[in-house]
């Protein structure tokens, strides 16, 4: 019997180096790089505890990793008794991506190391008329120009993620756009940019990678369960569930219908924006940004206006907090630099409406979320296992 | 250097007999149990090929859970040349579980073998007005017959899952109803039942346990992505997300606020119902069941009233629909009894008004999609990986 057991297990060694265990390989490897990517240094014996793995193990996977240039092995620590422990650190300059978002206004291009670290930018202001063609022209040229500058100079981009407006097909194709950008309905973006563009160009909606952003680098990025608000020209929201981002089966998650009433609240903005001789037809976040800096220059008026901006913010989303019982709702877009004149009163009608009250908590990522977000995708592209 | 390495794997597997592969081996048995539930026989190469494991794996997890007795071996199979292989099957009779619905109206008990189907049933109508002690003297009574009855008799009921409406935290007491009984909040039903139910009692709300039983067992099992709107005295939503129910931070999740206007498709229906000699004061449920018992013998009124009803519910659902984009949205509760009459006017204004619509099906769970999910949620209390 013993003997029979023990060829069992010499057959099944053998087939376990040829068959099965590739996968669970390429899986402690995802495993120790998210590991190593959290910690500016580790050991192998920290590395194997961290995620549940034998030393011997964690000790064939650094030695892959190093091998594959994707951890720096460090200078032996002093003090101690006996041998020091080798470490290493995740080399996150080992290769680079970008993140592009493409907004009416403006193109935005980041490029980040492998940890998301902003590394070089350029910004392109574009106008909302601009014609797809002439849009599409002007984000080749952001993504040459974030590449010719001194702060890219050595940067290896494996990678570039776009973000746009509108509903993105998962081949890349801007299915449908609710902002009025000429044109940009159907156009190809991944097609439109591969090859002016590093690596695979990876495409998503705006608000979505927004939300990314926050629940990897943002003020969300410990929490699991949040939803997102956008307050710009438009309300949006972003899911971010059981620590993923929630994209929905069409990819089409976060748009807020005609019958969730999102212009309402806007309407005393502009109101009180019309009344304190602004511009005949502004944006709604030019409105927004007069009422709020009149509100904090101390203006009675536009302060109960802003307050009553955010009480039907709260109105609106209230049943979408319900439903889903976020731990948190974040606040972003241009109309949230407002801070605290606007999350504090949002926050205690949202608290009067809803049986759970979520925190809220303001982006601090300012306009950069997309990009940033555009930057994850690319980098989870990356690094996804093969 | 050969001989360092062979050194160094002797020693990993050595650890792996004793630290690491618990876990793993956990892991397999539970994806081998999954697989072995969703199938009527089964032999070791499948399962190897199923779960994606060696051949000697396979056959050291079977001997396991044949051990554990947990799988049957059956006779082997005629014909085919060589020597037949052997085939085992899941031993759904090893174990059963209770799944309790306590509604305003009905105590419900199910008992369950081990793939969920049910054995055994006993159904206790009780009244709305019932004090929370008199309540839970039925439960107990319900469950107590319905393990007494002929067909429990040789079940080894090894846990109790409950359902209630209201809000139920983790330790399973009811913090909030939103129906009206008397006394329930409060109530620690896990607590008041643990030892007049068989094993560990788990307790959930009735809404997001039906979602479970359509996810699991009813007419979404194929869908990763739905979501269920209870049509009964109350409208009320569960979320099937990414595979799982979706309990929320607080497990609120799929509450329906006062400012989701979910009371105002009811009034249609109520003011039929009053205009045709309907009693003063009736349930929502009895209003509707008469509108469609008059709507499906032809009386066009009625007709027109429940497609109004049915597009009032679409525009309170569509904005949940948009944000969350599920695949699919079950229609449950009593009101869906009313089938394509509900479910077509329903699906069309749900489509004229989502940028993504999904598919409509009407549940067939019936009155015990409750009493079924707490049977499963009480299912994935046994099956849990220790």
């Not at 030393?55 to 006996?82: F, I, M, N, Y």
């Not at 680098?217 to 710009?232: I, R, S, W």
């Not at 949230?336 to 809803?354: D, I, K, Q, V, Y």
Request: with cysteine; hydrophobic share 45%; charged share 25%.
């Amino acid at each position: 019997m013993r003997t029979s057991h023990d060829d069992k297990s010499e057959k099944r060694d053998k087939q376990d180096k040829s068959g099965d265990p590739s996968l669970l390989r390429r899986l402690n490897a995802a495993a120790a790089l998210r590991v190593l990517r959290e910690r500016a240094e580790i050991t192998v014996p920290e590395l194997a505890a961290l995620i549940g793995v034998s030393r011997p193990t964690a000790q064939d996977l650094t030695a892959q990793l190093l091998r594959e240039g994707r951890l720096v092995e460090l200078e032996p620590g002093a003090g101690g008794v006996g041998r020091p422990a080798r470490r290493f650190r995740f080399r996150a300059e080992a290769g680079h991506v970008l993140g592009v978002d493409v907004g009416a206004h403006k193109v935005l291009v980041l490029a980040t190391d492998l940890l998301g670290r902003t590394v070089a930018s350029h910004r392109l202001p574009v106008t909302p008329e601009l014609s797809a063609a002439r849009r599409l022209d002007a984000v080749r040229t952001a993504v040459a120009r974030c590449l010719a500058g001194p702060a890219a100079a050595g940067l290896r981009p494996l990678a570039t993620g776009v973000g746009t407006s509108g509903m993105v097909d998962p081949a890349g194709r801007v299915v449908t756009v609710s902002d009025s950008l000429p044109g940009w309905s159907g156009v190809d973006l991944s097609a439109a940019l591969t090859g002016h563009a590093p690596g695979r160009v990876v495409v998503g909606n705006d608000i979505q990678l927004a939300t990314l952003a926050e629940g990897t680098a943002g003020v969300a990025a410990d929490t699991d369960d949040f939803l997102y608000l956008y307050v710009g020209n438009r309300l949006g929201i972003g899911l971010w569930l059981r620590g993923e981002l929630h994209r929905g089966h069409h990819g089409a998650a976060g748009e807020m219908v005609a019958g969730d009433g999102w212009t309402v609240p806007y309407q005393r903005l502009l109101d009180w924006f019309a009344g304190h001789g602004g511009e005949a037809r502004p944006t709604r976040e030019n409105a927004a940004r007069a009422v709020v800096r009149a509100a904090a220059a101390g203006d009675g008026g536009a302060a109960y206006t802003l307050r009553a901006f955010a009480h039907a913010l709260a109105d609106s989303l209230a049943r979408h907090v319900a439903v889903l019982d976020p731990r948190a709702v974040v606040l972003g877009g241009g109309i949230s630099r407002a801070g605290t004149l606007l999350s504090e009163p949002f926050a205690e009608r949202l608290a009067a409406l809803t049986p759970c009250p979520p925190e809220v908590r303001t982006s601090t990522l300012g306009e950069e979320s997309t990009a940033i977000g555009a930057a994850r995708l690319a980098l989870d592209h990356v690094e996804r296992p093969v």
